[in-house]
Structures are given as structure tokens and as C-alpha cells.
């Protein structure tokens, strides 16, 4: 079965370089959400969107940026990177953004900055 | 891959040996709450779920009991094997406008000794 896809799987940026990160949802799922995974960290929740509006905010800095297009991939925009941003980036999507739609998660992004 | 969570919690088992993870939730306003399963540089993966107007439920191998009163998750791996070995999240679910990210608790590695 087709899972989400995320894109890159590995990037290395410098400190105050942009950087997009990739999603390509599970086919027919509508709604995308992004985390944030520091070192020995749990998932933080970032943003999402559900039928390209963004549907919740969390802890996303104004650095980043975010959006979901037509065909319901999202980008990640991140500038002005700094080293704390480096950390694993994971995108999940569900059928609907309904509690007890399960969320399916990519293999993830890894993001360095140096 | 990379592996997440270096300075996790450590449960260690023996193989065929039950495994029992627990899990502190933070807002008693949560309703919903789900069991992942993180292998070295994977995507965190379903495992189970349970609403609040329950407190067991059980899936193939494992089982999830929840205590409202004192906010407390407890994951049960029956017949603990190799594959099993990760880093377990447990999440939280806030009813918010219909639209739900995870909020993901400090997760536990399981290292299963063959």
C-alpha cells in the first residue's frame, strides 16, 4: 500500500539558509500535519492542513513557513535556519482531520545545520 | 539509520517475556489516545488506540489499559520479540475544532534481549 512520502530524506544547510521540505500525502487523505523530533525528543506537533487551508498552529516559529497545494502536497519552508533546527521532520496524513482518523507517518526528513 | 530518542527512558526484556510500557498524559480534557511505535530512523507507526469512555482495549499481542483518575497509559506486549525493539510514544488527542494533532508524551525505549 502506498504510504506518505517525504522528500528530502537527508539535507544539510548552513545557519541562515532556507530550506523546503516535502510531503506527498497517502492517496485520497486530505489533511497533513507536520512535527518537529529533536535529539531524544518526542514529536512536536507544528502545523497542519486540511483541504489546502491551514487547519492548526502549534509550535511552528515564524521562520517557517507552510503550505498545501491542489494536489494535497505540503511544503515546509524554513528559513534563516538556525542550529536548533536540526531535528527530524516528519509529515502524517489522515482521511479527514477527525479525532480517531489515524495518522499515518512518513519515513521522515532529517535536517542538519551547521 | 540514525537512532532517535539516545537518552530515552531503557526497558529491557527478555524474549518471551511480557512488556508493560507506561505513559503520564497531561490534560484531562483528552479523549482520545494512541500507542507508536518508533524504529531506528522510521516514521512513528500505529499500534493502538483507545478512547476515554473505555479503559482496556486489545489489539493482536498487545493491549492498552487507561486510568483516567490518575491520567496514566499503560502499553502491554504480550510475548515480547526481537522485532519489538524501539522506542514506544504514547499521544494525546485535544478535542480542537475538529481538527486533531497529536500531542505526544516522552517515549520509552524497548530493548528486547534474545
Redesign the interface.
Known sequence: AAG?IQSPRHLIKEKRETATLKCYPIPRHDTV?W?Q?G???????LI?F?EKMQ??K?SIPDRFSAQQFSDYHSELNMSSLELGDSA?Y?C?S?FR????????????T?LTVT | GESVGLHLPTLSVQEGDNSIINCAYSNSASDYFIWYKQESGKGPQFIIDIRSNMDKRQGQRVTVLLNKTVKHLSLQIAATQPGDSAVYFCAENFPLRGNTPLVFGKGTRLSVIA
Open positions: 506518505v500535519y512535527y523530533q535529539p531524544g525528543q518526542d514529536p512536536q506537533f497542519s486540511y487547519s492548526d502549534g527530524l516528519f502524517a489522515s482531520p477527525f479525532q480517531g482518523d489515524e495518522q499515518y507517518f512518513g519515513p521522515g532529517r
